[in-house]
């Protein structure tokens, strides 16, 4: 299973995502599902992967090799990030069309959704969200998080927490809480933990982490949280099992 | 949707459950969950249920007519809650064999499944979970709390904070959060919330509670917990972008 979040606010971007990859129990392995690229000074291009593994990395790869051969369309020449968004759909729908056929007859899943969070020159910063069917939806002042994969034991923190105007350290943090929340219900979701916070117009990325499955500040974070959560649920108050009917006791 | 949880300590036993019941988002209605089935002095029996509901609707009815004819085989004369378990699973059973074909044929979701925590004299305590098969499992002293429905929003609260030996009063403060972060991210899931809690070797419910949707306490616990929540955040410290690769640091 695969955990990855997208915080789109006014002050920037935050992205982050687990590197745990399973096909069945007995076949657990590490993938990078975060991937960076940028062109620093014009553009800011970070895509998550979530879903088939076959098919999220012939995705990577096919908009690596148009990169590389400079192709008339490519992730660096495109004018705005909903035009990225469509061709990285284009290519979603590319692969389906070579792969989902022979994966479906063999009852294997075949989805697979991205994560793409960037700004580029003379655009505002955004998030999208593309579907295993090509097309894709944008993260909003309303709505400013995104996430794919195992989303669900992530979510409470999130809609508890995230506003646009939630400041960007914070928003990065919740993300390392949100993830800490889903590894701790789903073990298919696990370390190392890739975050890339980016500032709104720095047009490059000045801070992003890899945690450790052992990393210091993850467990220091996981038990101070556990800690904080503890008090708070103390501080509930017990449930009044006598109470009278009249909501005007309280 | 529904969300149902049942929680099992060394104290006896926490029930709570939804009351929304949605046919699509467009038919949204009221159905009590969560059922008492219990005879006072001899056994306690809750049963709540999730899933299509003329399905659990049937069961209910069928456990009911038992025990109104006095069937050889009810409720009041089983005399282990594993049977029980059993019985109730038969029933689940016989109800597929009527009505699944039809349901299927036309692409209804026929799935159902119930928790059923209480105890009969002679017996601790126990807390089972039927599936739609017809099986069942138990919750255990490693794990004792059971969920059927929408789990996920509300387990993260539950695997920080339920342990066997929990208080009872905390335990059913700690469905109640459940609850509550669950009705926060699925609005298919809803109050009036029912929740039972039984004292071991009572053998009778002495606390039960209906919360309506603006129930007082319901709001002042959300309240109380979102402050605590976010108080708990602004604990836990910023990503620390800078730090040396070197974990003594901390």
Request: glycine share 6%; net charge negative.
């Amino acid at each position: 299973m695969t955990y990855c979040l997208g915080i789109s606010t006014q002050a920037g971007l935050v992205i982050a995502a687990d590197s745990r990859t399973n096909a069945g129990v007995d076949n657990v392995s590490t993938y990078r599902k975060l991937f960076d690229f940028s062109h620093p000074g014009d553009r800011v291009l970070l895509l998550c992967t979530s879903g088939n593994l076959s098919m999220t990395q012939a995705v990577i790869n096919s908009l690596s090799k148009d990169l590389k051969v400079g192709a008339d369309v490519n992730l660096h020449n495109l004018p705005s990030l909903h035009e990225v968004a469509r061709y990285v759909g284009d290519k979603v729908r590319q692969i389906h069309d070579r792969d989902a056929e022979w994966l479906k007859k063999a009852g294997i899943d075949y989805n697979c959704s991205l994560l793409l969070g960037g700004q580029i020159r003379g655009e505002d910063p955004e998030l999208f969200l593309v579907y295993s069917e090509g097309n894709s939806i944008q993260a909003t002042v309303e709505t400013p998080f995104l996430q794919i994969g195992e989303t669900k034991y992530g979510k409470p923190i999130l809609d508890r927490t995230i506003t646009y105007e939630t400041p960007l350290e914070a928003a990065a943090k919740c993300a390392i809480l949100s993830l800490d929340s889903t590894m701790k219900s789903n073990i298919s979701v696990g370390p190392p933990i890739n975050v890339v916070l980016y500032q709104r117009d720095s047009f490059e990325i000045r801070h992003q982490l890899t945690l450790e499955p052992r990393d210091p500040y993850l467990t220091k974070v996981g038990k101070i949280w556990a800690e904080a959560l503890r008090k708070a649920f103390d501080d509930v108050p017990d449930v009044d099992w006598t109470r009278s009917p009249n909501p005007e006791q309280y």
